[in-house]
């Protein structure tokens, strides 16, 4: 019996990953989130925060987060539809529509509840849908959770999506194609307009998770349907509140109706307690911010062309990125981890993504730029990363 409660089959799984080489304890940050962060107490340069706006420590959000905190507490004290569906939330739904250029917007308690929430409120049994093979662990996961059936179609691969539509369309009352708008261990676009063509010749529905598009892509960073003008052609936008945002939550954009059903039956909406107020004024204030300037993109944008053309002419293997999000790959695991290691002894976190977030043999250490870097903070990352991969000859 005390074997049983000493949890000795985990211990035996952990074993495991040591052997492996990729077990790791949790990093302890001991201040704001921001280009350089003192990490296990050292000063290092951060390259592995999702802040891509540099706005999770900004003064202007800082302040509106204390602001709501003064007038509506720390809490919302209950779901949405009872008594925690404050004016304060209500605004954000209305600014994220604004910014988002559609008809309206319901906000979750984060991006991972939205795609958890959504997609089973939205599908049933009779109907299918239809995910690219490298859609985020969040879609997966609301994905099986929904009462439909499901097909996966390889990564950004027309040809086989139409092949899946051609084959299935006809058994099923609704089909619903789901993307990530930028996937995020690779750092490349989705194919979203010949998605969308597609899902209008097989009478589809289309639904993209734009995280990591969300404050990146599009005008003033308002996402991927508005990068690719595809405005009233996608049905179900999610985006993040807790990355280029720099706060927590997430939503989903849309139709009016698509909002009125989801007050029904979205059920982080049902069953948990709706954002805090601190959150929610902080978001209003990042959002109008991005809608009066794209100071903060255009900054993102240059850094991340920077940073990655110094990689490029050192020889590093960046993949297929097009945006920010700049993987070194490397392959095998256990090197992986130590170059990450290596290098944050050396002054620059980055963090080695390894199977099972990536497929074996594909480990690579995943850059991510942000507005907030200097040009001299990116020129030392670099050189330090070129010469902890010669070191370990990665490079």
């Not at 139409?162 to 084959?167: M, P, Y």
Request: net charge neutral.
């Amino acid at each position: 019996m005390d074997k049983i409660h000493d949890l000795q089959f985990l211990q035996e799984k952990i074993e495991e990953l040591k052997h492996d080489g990729v077990y790791r304890e949790l990093p302890v940050n001991t201040g704001p989130c921001d280009a350089m962060i003192t990490l296990n107490g050292k000063e290092v340069i951060n390259l592995s925060s999702n802040n891509y706006l540099g706005l999770a420590n900004h003064p202007r959000v800082k302040r509106a987060a204390i602001e709501a905190i003064e007038k509506y507490g720390v809490g919302a004290g209950a779901v949405r539809t009872i008594v925690g569906n404050m004016d304060i939330h209500e605004k954000l739904d209305e600014v994220l529509s604004k910014f988002k250029r559609e008809e309206a917007v319901m906000v979750f308690q984060s991006g991972y509840m939205c795609n958890a929430g959504t997609i089973q409120a939205v599908t049933d049994k009779g109907d299918l849908i239809i995910s690219d093979e490298l859609n985020h662990a969040s879609i997966i996961d609301g994905v099986r959770l929904s009462k439909a059936d499901k097909a996966v179609f390889r990564h950004s691969d027309m040809n086989h999506l139409e092949e899946i539509l051609k084959e299935k369309r006809n058994l099923y009352k609704n089909v619903l194609i789901i993307t990530d708008g930028v996937f995020s261990m690779d750092g490349d676009i989705a194919k979203l307009p010949a998605i969308v063509e597609l899902a209008e010749k097989y009478q589809a529905l289309t639904y993209v998770d734009d995280a990591h598009g969300s404050g990146v892509l599009g005008e003033n960073g308002r996402g991927i349907v508005d990068h690719f003008h595809l405005h009233g052609k996608v049905d179900f936008t999610i985006g993040t509140l807790s990355k280029a945002i720099g706060v927590i939550g997430g939503y989903v954009a849309g139709k009016k109706v698509m909002k009125e059903w989801l007050s029904h039956r979205g059920r982080p909406i049902l069953f948990s307690t709706a954002l805090p107020p601190a959150s929610v004024g902080a978001i209003i204030e990042s959002v109008t911010m991005l809608m009066e300037s794209n100071e903060y993109t255009e900054k993102l944008w240059d850094n991340a062309r920077y940073f990655k053309s110094k990689l490029v002419s050192l020889g590093f293997n960046i993949g297929k990125s097009e945006t920010p999000i700049t993987p070194i790959f490397v392959g095998d695991e256990a090197k992986t981890m130590l170059f990450s290691k290596t290098l944050l002894e050396n002054g620059v976190f980055v963090s080695g993504i390894v199977f099972p977030t990536v497929p074996k043999g594909t480990g690579r250490l995943r850059c991510m730029i942000s507005a907030g870097h200097t040009k001299e903070q990116l020129n030392l990352a670099v050189e330090t990363i070129y010469t902890v991969a010669k070191k370990l000859n990665i490079i």
